[in-house]
């Protein structure tokens, strides 16, 4: 059933997981735009990039963040400082895993979640990769027993239709409150900003390993 977008609901969720799980393909498939870069390569989110979804008025502010990981360089510095910080604003989080996949980068990001004290919801991506769904069955099961997420929802982040059933089941944990940007807001970067990131993609995406991660425009 769809949620009832004419209660005023306002809130921020932070979507978080490990490096190339999905979170920024999701991310644009729940905006219906593109505005967080995605390439092959791991940690190309370098920033915190907010995506804002309305519907009447409920709206929801989702928070793109860097892969989790282990890192000592600087620029793995500045990665894990922009998801804590989307972390201490949000009022959900998302953990975004990937079907029959549990490593210790998994571990370490549900740890940074509940270490936050806000309701947890998880999302198994890449659903649509897995034949045999019988076998998610014992999959969700164990993720259950790791965390008391409110919801575990599998999807596939590529299919619009599942980002806005993830959406809809949000919305009812959000808290009251009237949207805080226009309804024909999709992001809070300027232009400036996502003509860069989007250089920065193509870059990644044609040369690859060529490039060093430090790479900037």
């Not at 390569?41 to 804002?52: A, E, N, S, W």
């Not at 929801?60 to 860097?66: H, K, M, R, S």
């Not at 239709?161 to 009251?176: K, S, T």
């Amino acid at each position: 059933m769809p949620a009832d977008d004419t209660v005023a609901r306002c809130g921020a969720v932070a979507l978080v997981g490990r490096p190339n799980v999905g979170k920024s393909t999701l991310l644009n498939h729940l905006i219906g735009q593109k505005i967080s870069i995605t390439a092959p390569r791991p940690q190309t989110t370098r920033d915190q990039i907010l995506g804002v979804w309305t519907r009447g008025q409920a709206q929801i502010l989702f928070l793109d963040t860097p892969g989790v990981h282990r890192g000592y360089r600087r620029l793995n510095r500045h990665l894990l400082r922009a998801t804590r910080a989307a972390l201490d604003g949000a009022d959900l989080g998302i953990l975004v895993v990937e079907a029959l996949l549990w490593t210790a980068a998994d571990a370490e990001a549900l740890r940074w979640l509940e270490q936050r004290s806000i309701p947890l919801l998880a999302v198994v991506n890449k659903v649509d990769r897995v034949r045999d769904k019988a076998r998610l069955l014992p999959y969700l099961a164990e993720l259950g027993r790791r965390a008391p997420f409110l919801e575990i929802l599998p999807l596939s982040a590529r299919r619009a239709q599942d980002a806005e059933r993830l959406a809809e089941r949000i919305l009812p944990h959000l808290p009251p409150g009237p949207p805080r940007f226009a309804a024909d807001t999709l992001t809070d970067r300027p232009l400036r900003f996502l003509a860069a990131e989007f250089v920065r993609e193509q870059i990644f995406r044609q040369l690859g390993a060529e490039v060093p991660y430090d790479t900037a425009v």
